[in-house]
């Protein structure tokens, strides 16, 4: 049988595929891709000729076992998406679920990702984060995810795109006030920068300048501080007073 590969591809920086990547987009015999003509440029840089198959959230169930049937002939076949890793806010999910289920070999090919690349350079702390992938695109349903995060400890990602950062960092300004926020915006590619500071700050700043809201970003928010302890005394004076109050 034929392997599965998972392949990462760059998110701006076309020198980020590694080595590996455009050797096994170079032998595969079909490479499944989110955008086929998006892919194909990719493929026309490397000088790779190989058929594409299209697959996204709308089809992907359906080529299940167009895949499985490539694999059982004994031929390899690729999956990328348009940008970063395969499955991380992309399609291939259901694919590599039924294909594992099947016992098809699935090959890891790792490479860039949007939200380690932002939390390796973002100076937040990343023991523990939360990837919180997209926000829902309606006002209530982001503000009700959003607090339903506003206790947790870890650092929070989420992915945004330029048409709603403006409209998500008002929702996280009502929700977490001052909290600390560091955008990574456009990594790897000519214009990549970060910025860091409240939200209000950050949508001042955009207003400021309306090229900051261009591009892809990956928002990160600092987890909530650690709840505060009860001092020993205050606890010994909440014990004698509960012991006062029984008597
Ligand atoms: N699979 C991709 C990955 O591994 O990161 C993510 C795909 S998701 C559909 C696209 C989102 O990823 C963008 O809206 C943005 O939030 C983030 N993203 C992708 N490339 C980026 C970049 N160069 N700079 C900042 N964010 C990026």
Redesign the pocket.
Known sequence: YGALYVV?TP??NLDDLSPRAAQVLGTVTLVAAEDTRHSARLLRHLGVVCPLLSLHEHNEASRVERIAEHLRSGRDVALV??????????PGFVLVRELRRAGHRIVPVPG???????LSAAGLPTDRFLFN??LPAKRGARRARLEALVERDETLV????PHRIRDTLEDIATVFGSRHLVL??????AF?TFLEGDADHLLATMNDDPDQAR?????MVAGAPPAKEESSSEIEASTLLSALLAE
């Open positions: 990462a998110i701006g998406s348009d940008a970063g890793t395969p499955l991380i806010s992309d860039p990702c949007a939200l380690v690349t932002a992938g997209f989420f992915y945004e795109s990574g915006r456009e990594l790897t590619k990549e591009g892809e970003f990956v928002v």
